[in-house]
Nanobody, 119 residues
Framework: QVQLVESGGGLVQAGGSLRLSCAAS????????MGWFRQAPGKEREFVASINWTYGNTYYADSVKGRFTISRDNAKKWVYLQMNSLKPDDTGVYYCAARDTRATKWSSWGQGTQVTVSS
């Protein structure tokens, strides 16, 4: 069973940076896609970024392109989200997620980590 544990959230001023980490365990992830989602108060959860575990190809929401970078450490089974030039609109709970490359539904989720960007 896949387990995902996020860390690295916190309070930062607008224009600042944070790096989120996600520790993945429970299986091999060679056929998986790892992703980051976020949910702001009163809003639906939205996609932020994803990375193919084996090939490393990445995708980003338009709202974070050029500011956020997703990466992974295959050996340690960690996934990262480097967030730069943060804006108050980036505030929310950030979730790590995983799915099989052949699936459309994200099957595993972490518990989330809070990111608050002050203006």
């Amino acid at each position: 069973q896949v387990q995902l544990v996020e860390s690295g959230g916190g309070l930062v001023q607008a224009g600042g940076s944070l790096r989120l980490s996600c520790a993945a365990s429970g299986r091999t992830f060679s056929s998986y896609v790892m992703g980051w989602f976020r949910q702001a108060p009163g809003k639906e959860r939205e996609f932020v970024a994803s990375i193919n575990w084996t090939y490393g190809n990445t995708y980003y929401a338009d709202s974070v392109k050029g500011r956020f970078t997703i990466s992974r450490d295959n050996a340690k089974k960690w996934v990262y989200l480097q967030m730069n030039s943060l804006k108050p609109d980036d505030t929310g709970v950030y979730y790590c997620a995983a799915r099989d490359t052949r699936a459309t539904k994200w099957s595993s989720w972490g518990q989330g980590t809070q990111v608050t960007v002050s203006s």
